[in-house]
Every structure is written in structure tokens, then in C-alpha cells.
């Protein structure tokens, strides 16, 4: 089992920049791919972004070129998040998938307003 905490979300600004962090620990050896979900008001979640143990990202088509996901390190995956827009607010969730399961962290509020 892994555990996830994320860190990094708050209010920003239309254009501003936010990164999220996203540190795991547990059983880090299973771990094949970690990505970011986010989950506005009234809607499902949806895939962010995500990236494989062989640094392989993908990216949903909204954030194409705005967002990089990236492993600082073997526990710690970050989301690099520019000219954030009032559609990105939400709450960001970090997963972690290994064979059989996916483990989730609790989520952080990015909230881009006026």
C-alpha cells in the first residue's frame, strides 16, 4: 500500500502559476505510474496528467502546454501548473498505481478567481 499527501494548492489568479507536489510512501517499489486528477464542483473527476516509472507522461488536452508533470524524485511527483485559467480550479488529487490497486491522497483546493 502507498501513502499520498499533496501539498501546493491556494488561490492564484488567471495567468499565475501553481505547483502541486505530490509525496508518497509505503510500498514506493510497486509504484508503475502516478498521475493528478482534479474534480470541479458538480463534476467527475478527470485525468490531469500523469507520468510512468520510465518518466513517460500524458496529459488531458485542456492543460496540454500549460502543465508538466515531472518525478523530482523516486517519492515525489510534482505538477507544474502556468497561465492557470478560472477552469482549473478544483481539487487536485494525486494517485499512485501498481499492479491490482490504486491508492489516492486526500486532495488539495486550487482555486483560480478574480
Known amino acids: 500500500q502507498v501513502q499520498l499527501v499533496e501539498s501546493g494548492g491556494g488561490l492564484a489568479q488567471p495567468g499565475e502559476s501553481l505547483t502541486l507536489s505530490c509525496a508518497a510512501s509505503?510500498?514506493?517499489?510497486?509504484?508503475?505510474?502516478m498521475g493528478w486528477y482534479r474534480q470541479a464542483p458538480g463534476k467527475e473527476r478527470e485525468l490531469v496528467a500523469n507520468?510512468?516509472?520510465?518518466?513517460?507522461s500524458t496529459y488531458a488536452d485542456a492543460v496540454k502546454g500549460r502543465f508538466n508533470i515531472f518525478r523530482q524524485s523516486r517519492s515525489t511527483v510534482r505538477l507544474q501548473m502556468n497561465s492557470l485559467n478560472i477552469e482549473d480550479t478544483g481539487v487536485y488529487f494525486c494517485?499512485?498505481?501498481?499492479?491490482?490497486?490504486?491508492?489516492w491522497g486526500q486532495g488539495t483546493q486550487v482555486t483560480v478567481s478574480l
Open positions: 509505503g510500498s514506493l517499489f510497486s509504484i508503475d505510474d
Open positions: 494517485d499512485a498505481v501498481a499492479v491490482g490497486r490504486t491508492d
Open positions: 507520468i510512468n516509472r520510465r518518466g513517460s
